[in-house]
């Protein structure tokens, strides 16, 4: 199976709190070109989408959604914020991988980076572009880090 984990698009900073920071134009053409890129990956299949319950987090997966396969299901989640616990997000994982076949999870830095090295310890903790999107091979209970592109590196 295969875990793409994304960071939400480009926000902006005019909010009254971090949680309600809303995208901007870019932030939502960053996000629509990157998953027009993933749609013929993903085979017609998008078992569950998770997204932050963050505003630009939410925006995002509403953004990307309409050029994705339709996903079986999809969860919004209060786990899956800034300073939320990669290991606790990673063996929520692992529990599901099973029962998915691909899973899409739209989040923030800096957990996106260390998520991806809980999950791949050889993959240390990247950054992550706007916008910019992982993907890990999980099998086994292990992940192997296929690869990351953002917005300015997919070809």
Not at 40 to 46: N, T, V, Y
Not at 77 to 83: A, E, H, K, N, V
């Amino acid at each position: 199976m295969k875990i793409y984990i994304m960071r939400h698009g480009q926000a902006g900073m005019n909010a009254k709190t971090d949680e309600q920071r809303p995208l901007t134009e870019q932030g939502i053409e960053e996000s629509v070109h990157m998953a027009r890129w993933l749609a013929p990956q993903l085979a017609d299949s998008l078992s569950l989408a998770i997204h932050s319950n963050y505003l630009r987090a939410r925006q995002t997966w509403q953004a990307i959604a309409p050029e994705l396969p339709k996903a079986q299901s999809v969860e919004e989640s209060g786990d899956i914020t800034p300073y939320g616990d990669p290991a606790l997000v990673a063996s929520y994982l692992t529990a599901i991988a099973a029962q998915h076949e691909n899973i899409l999870m739209v989040s923030h830095l800096p957990l996106v980076g260390y998520l991806v090295q809980s999950l791949c310890p050889a993959a240390g903790a990247p950054m992550f572009a706007t916008s910019g999107l992982a993907c890990i091979e999980w099998q086994d209970g292990k992940g192997v880090l296929l690869w990351l592109e953002g917005p300015h590196t997919i070809r």
